[in-house]
């Protein structure tokens, strides 16, 4: 069965300071890929998907995420990260061209410091 | 505004009664999902429904049914609650199963006692 890893479960990062969020999914086919961001109290929002295409995947509020096919991975990222990106991030992967099930991972949860 | 609208926002229920988690949404997907979160593990998918007529056990389906009589309409049910059900239940639709991304209602927090 496909499943979604999220390595880290709480970063703690400065203003100013670059983020990488790791996501990796087991899985050997076709993958859609997404990032959504849990704001405190909110539901949960888009940041960016992939498809197909460039594997560089540009969101928004400057973060990106890359897919690399050989490490199974979908790692986010922002150079310089601020105050209100406080939130919880999530990677979904919906694994094959058929398949009906969006799977979610655990979870990070990202604490940026004024 | 256009989107999902799940109700009630929050409920306490007593073990062993029944309750049905409502959600509504008005952008014609053909795809709705239930999910729960729970800390530490993330959303995990209860039930699903690629179109009208049509539902699927997710990874975590057990004391939960639904039913998709209409595009609109995608309820949860539980039908004898147990305490390991309190969570906050996410409803979201997906134009199509293999369209686009998930739009997510606002929540809905069950506490079971």
């Known amino acids: 069965a496909q499943s979604v890893s999220q390595h880290n479960h709480h970063v703690i990062l400065s203003e100013a300071a670059s983020l990488e969020l790791g996501c990796n999914y087991s899985y050997g086919g076709t993958v859609n890929l997404f990032w959504y961001v849990q704001y405190p109290g909110q539901h949960l929002q888009l940041l960016l998907k992939?498809?197909?295409?460039?594997?560089l995947v540009k969101g928004i509020k400057g973060f990106e995420a890359e897919f690399i096919k050989s490490k199974f991975s979908f790692n986010l990222r922002k150079p310089s990260v601020q105050w209100s990106d406080t939130a919880e991030y999530f990677c979904a992967v919906k694994a094959g061209s058929s398949a009906s099930k969006i799977i979610f991972g655990s979870g990070t949860r990202l604490s940026i410091r004024p | 505004t256009a989107g999902i609208t799940q109700a009630p926002t929050s409920q306490i229920l007593a073990a062993g009664r029944s309750m049905t988690l409502r959600c509504t949404q008005d952008m014609r997907h053909n795809a709705m999902y239930w999910y729960r979160q729970d800390l530490g593990l993330g959303l995990r998918l209860i039930h699903y429904s690629n179109t009208a007529g049509t539902t699927g056990k997710g990874e975590v389906p057990d004391g939960y049914s639904v039913s998709r009589a209409n595009t609109d309409d995608f309820p949860l049910t539980l039908a004898s609650a147990v305490p390991s059900q309190t969570s906050v239940y996410f409803c979201a639709s997906r134009l199509d199963r293999d369209v686009g991304e998930l739009f997510f209602g606002e929540g809905s927090r069950l506490t079971v006692l």
């Open positions: 992939y498809f197909s295409g460039d594997p």
